[in-house]
Each structure stands twice: as C-alpha cells, then as structure tokens.
T-cell receptor, first 112, second 116 residues
Framework: QKEVEQDPGPLSVPEGAIVSLNCTYS??????FMWYRQYSRKGPELLMY????GNKEDGRFTAQVDKSSKYISLFIRDSQPSDSATYLC????????????FGQGTTLQVKP | GAVVSQHPSRVICKSGTSVKIECRSL??????MFWYRQFPKQSLMLMAT?????????EQGVEKDKFLINHASLTLSTLTVTSAHPEDSSFYIC????????????FGDGTRLSIL
C-alpha cells in the first residue's frame, strides 16, 4: 500500500464547475500538507499549504485537511481552462527534514 | 517570481556521457536541497537530499555513484548523472525549503534528460 493515494483521473469538467480533488494517506505522523499544480514539462508550483488539520482558502482554491480520517481535499471554484494541469498532493511528517511524499497526481481538464 | 532556478531545462546527449544539472536558490540560502525524478505520467520520487558542507543522503535504491550530488555553496546544488544510459532518461527536478526552513518547498522548473 502506498503511503499517499491519489486518483490519477483524468478528470474532465466544464468551465465554471466546482472541482474536488483528494488524497488519502496512511502515515498518522504527517503534519504538513501541500497541493502543487504541475503543467506539462514544468516543475510543480505551490498552490496551498496547510499545517495540521483545518481549512484554508485562497481565492478560488480551498484546501481541507481531516487528520482523523487521513484525508485531504482541494476544491477549485469557478474552474477555468487555465486550471487544466496535473494536481499533486504532498505531505511531510517533519518540517525540519523536509522530505515530501507525493501522491500520483490527478490530471484535470477544464473544457471551455 | 521563481525562488528556485534549475539549469539546463533540456538535455539531449549520447549514451555514456555525463550530464550536470544545476539547482540554485534565488535570494536566499539553502543548506538543504532535494532532488526528485519523475517518469511520464507518474509522481515525483525523491532521489536524495543534498546537504551543504556534507555528503548527500540517498534514498533506498538510488545509486550514489551514478547520481553524484555536490552542494558546493549555500545557493547551489548540482546533480551529475554519470555515464548516462537511455534508462536514465527522465525529468529531474530540484527543490529547496523556504528561507525559514521546513515547509513548503519550492521547486525548480525541471530538467528533461534524454539519452540516445
């Protein structure tokens, strides 16, 4: 069993839709949770960062962490064609060592 | 703007060649940097942790003699793929923690390596 599970998709939605992406994990020591967006042939770009449990909102993006269920989510409101990319969840058990464990990534396509 | 710069972005070379990839932290010092490898349609796999002033820490299964890492200064880490073969073709990405350390990491734009 992988430490972090993420459905690879692909996920296709119409423009304006609300997108829900999620990851589950098995290591209860994870405390740092991140969502990255990766366009083809580019490095991952940080979207959201959450420490421990709770919600965080930034513009059209909302990140949720439920440590009791070992489940994290990213919601994208009013999705745009420019949101079409691969979304990677990543997590770490320690801010000091910095080692990240990534999910497989979900490919999202937003159709005009 | 970018906080981590990676160079080159693309390399195509013959089998047996050694290839050096540079990762620089911009405007901040990074005592630790990380090197990842990504195959098509797959996630990032951590290869090694680059430590300024000391040896790199390699993940299990990564050949340290094949992938040489040198953290020469507080703003530069290099990955050298020695005697590269077609199976080394991949997307290599580096990252660095923020100025204050810890999370979240910022990533370079990656290097696409193709060995013919």
């Amino acid at each position: 069993q992988k430490e972090v599970e993420q459905d690879p998709g692909p996920l296709s939605v119409p423009e304006g839709a609300i997108v829900s992406l999620n990851c589950t994990y098995s290591n209860s020591a994870f405390q740092y949770f991140m969502w990255y967006r990766q366009y083809s042939r580019k490095g991952p770009e940080l979207l959201m960062y959450t420490y421990s449990s709770g919600n965080k909102e930034d513009g059209r993006f909302t990140a949720q962490v439920d440590k009791s269920s070992k489940y994290i989510s990213l919601f994208i409101r009013d999705s745009q064609p420019s949101d079409s990319a691969t979304y990677l969840c990543a997590m770490s058990d320690s801010g000091n060592t910095g080692k990240l464990i990534f999910g497989q990534g979900t490919t999202l396509q937003v159709k005009p | 703007g970018a906080v981590v710069s990676q160079h080159p972005s693309r390399v195509i070379c013959k089998s047996g060649t050694s290839v050096k990839i540079e990762c620089r932290s911009l405007d901040f010092q990074a005592t630790t940097m990380f090197w990842y490898r990504q195959f098509p349609k797959q996630s990032l796999m951590l290869m090694a942790t680059s430590n300024e002033g000391s040896k790199a820490t390699y993940e299990q299964g990564v050949e340290k003699d094949k992938f040489l890492i040198n953290h020469a200064s507080l703003t530069l880490s290099t990955l050298t793929v020695t005697s590269a073969h077609p199976e080394d073709s991949s997307f290599y990405i580096c990252s660095a923690p923020p100025k204050t350390g810890g999370q979240p990491q910022h990533f370079g734009d990656g290097t696409r390596l193709s060995i013919l």
